[in-house]
T-cell receptor, first 112, second 109 residues
Framework: DGGITQSPKYLFRKEGQNVTLSCEQN?????MYWYRQDPGQGLRLIYY???????QKGDIAEGYSVSREKKESFPLTVTSAQKNPTAFYLCASSIGQPFGYTFGSGTRLTVV | AQRVTQPEKLLSVFKGAPVELKCNYS??????LFWYVQYSRQRLQLLLR??SRESIKGFTADLNKGETSFHLKKPFAQEEDSAMYYC???????????FGKGTRLSVIA
């Protein structure tokens, strides 16, 4: 089955720790994206990558980092510098506009 | 700057009633517009693209460049339409989607 997989589904982190969220796709899509979804805020773009070994900051990149070493994978690291990391994180991929995105099922991160 | 506004956080309608979910955008060029839907416990999925002018699950949306709107409509709401709906915009050239804050549609039996 082609698709996009995010893991883990739930993640708990202590304050001051970095944590990495996984996103893998087997759709052969060039572009991948990370969004943060908060109640009442919609989806806000964290980082995106349109090609391997290249990525750009989105609107709320502070406190996050990414890598794109393989076409299939776009992991997101939430660093201790992120002031309010508790949120639902969505990964998406796209073959390009205007075809829209395929989304993963998300990772819910809670800082305890 | 690109912006998408969905003025209603929550919209409640009775089953069988017409539905209109509003979406307004700000963009000076020719945007590409989408509606995404998130049903309970399911992942966000594409519902409509304005470029394809299709009707999915009875929903349609028309791009009105004069009013900069892309409202989502359905003539007769069904209970299974209850979900979170997001309007999204992209400028040509593969720029990332900009999403509105979403409207939760609740269809009451």
């Amino acid at each position: 089955d082609g698709g996009i997989t995010q893991s883990p589904k739930y993640l708990f982190r202590k304050e001051g720790q970095n944590v990495t969220l996984s996103c893998e796709q087997n759709l052969n899509h060039d572009a991948m994206y990370w969004y943060r979804q908060d109640p009442g805020q919609g989806l806000r773009l964290i980082y995106y990558s349109q090609i391997v070994n290249d990525f750009q900051k989105g609107d709320i990149a502070e406190g996050y980092s990414v890598s794109r070493e393989k076409k299939e994978s776009f992991p997101l690291t939430v660093t201790s510098a992120q002031k309010n990391p508790t949120a639902f994180y969505l990964c998406a991929s796209s073959i390009g506009q205007p075809f829209g995105y395929t989304f993963g099922s998300g990772t819910r991160l809670t800082v305890v | 700057a690109q912006r998408v506004t969905q003025p209603e956080k929550l919209l409640s309608v009775f089953k069988g009633a017409p539905v209109e979910l509003k979406c307004n955008y700000s963009y000076s060029g020719s945007p590409e517009l989408f509606w995404y839907v998130q049903y309970s416990r399911q992942r966000l999925q594409l519902l409509l693209r304005h470029i394809s002018r299709e009707s999915i699950k009875g929903f349609t949306a028309d791009l009105n460049k004069g009013e900069t709107s892309f409202h989502l409509k359905k003539p007769f709401a069904q209970e299974e339409d209850s979900a979170m709906y997001y309007c999204a915009l992209s400028s040509p050239g593969n720029t990332p989607l900009v999403f509105g804050k979403g409207t939760r549609l609740s269809v009451i039996a």
